[in-house]
């Protein structure tokens, strides 16, 4: 497999992660808040989303798996759950990109019943949305093809993911 085709370049999601964290800070002001990344994808636009926030936050991570090499086994594994605790905190879960929703939605069904405030979710890509598990997501990427991508967190293989853009991988 090589990169074929790059589909969103690192302007443009600076640019979105820009008024991503702007609209974070006008829905989470006067509150506090919990960004919880979800590992491993999700480590770069946190660090980005993270230098344009301006209100009282903390970031926590969980690790979960539902994908081995570009294949999905449909279901999901914590591989490293939170060491804090959740009741009465508002929660805003970031994914690197929402394909069948079951990461997501697994992980809201698993927090939820943690008694939190409040749980929103964030995906930088989002694929289309035929035959997907409901959930909303409150804040989204962009709105991508169903073709396999890397970068921007995502890998292929544990590969790519330094790239500061989005690619297709053929
Ligand atoms: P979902 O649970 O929504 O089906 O899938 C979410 C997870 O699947 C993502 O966190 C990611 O690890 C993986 N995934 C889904 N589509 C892609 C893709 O196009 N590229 C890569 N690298 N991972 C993907």
């Given at each position: 497999?090589?990169?074929?085709?790059?589909?969103?370049?690192?302007?443009?999601?600076?640019?979105?992660?820009?008024?991503?964290?702007?609209?974070?800070?006008?829905?989470?002001?006067?509150?506090?808040?919990?960004?919880?990344?979800?590992?491993?994808?999700?480590?770069?636009?946190?660090?980005?989303?993270?230098?344009?926030?301006?209100?009282?936050?903390?970031f926590?991570?969980?690790?979960?798996?539902s994908?081995?090499?570009?294949?999905?086994?449909?279901?999901?594994?914590?591989?490293?759950?939170?060491?804090?605790?959740?009741?009465?905190?508002?929660?805003?879960?970031?994914?690197?990109?929402?394909?069948?929703?079951?990461?997501?939605?697994?992980?809201?069904?698993?927090?939820?019943?943690?008694?939190?405030?409040?749980?929103q979710?964030?995906?930088?890509?989002?694929?289309?949305?035929?035959?997907?598990?409901?959930?909303?997501?409150?804040?989204?990427?962009?709105?991508?093809?169903?073709?396999?991508?890397?970068?921007?967190?995502l890998?292929?293989?544990?590969?790519?993911?330094?790239?500061?853009?989005?690619?297709?991988?053929?």
């Amino acid at each position: 497999m090589k990169i074929t085709k790059k589909i969103i370049s690192e302007e443009q999601i600076q640019e979105r992660i820009i008024q991503l964290a702007t609209e974070i800070n006008k829905d989470y002001e006067g509150k506090n808040l919990i960004i919880l990344g979800v590992l491993k994808g999700a480590f770069i636009a946190i660090s980005d989303l993270a230098k344009n926030l301006n209100i009282d936050v903390s970031f926590e991570f969980m690790s979960i798996s539902s994908y081995e090499g570009s294949e999905s086994t449909g279901q999901i594994k914590i591989e490293k759950d939170l060491d804090v605790d959740i009741a009465g905190k508002n929660i805003l879960i970031v994914e690197d990109i929402f394909d069948t929703g079951l990461t997501i939605s697994s992980l809201i069904d698993i927090l939820g019943s943690r008694n939190p405030e409040s749980i929103q979710t964030m995906c930088m890509f989002v694929k289309p949305i035929e035959n997907k598990i409901p959930v909303e997501i409150k804040y989204k990427g962009f709105e991508i093809g169903s073709e396999f991508v890397v970068g921007y967190g995502l890998d292929y293989m544990g590969k790519y993911r330094e790239l500061p853009y989005l690619a297709e991988l053929s």
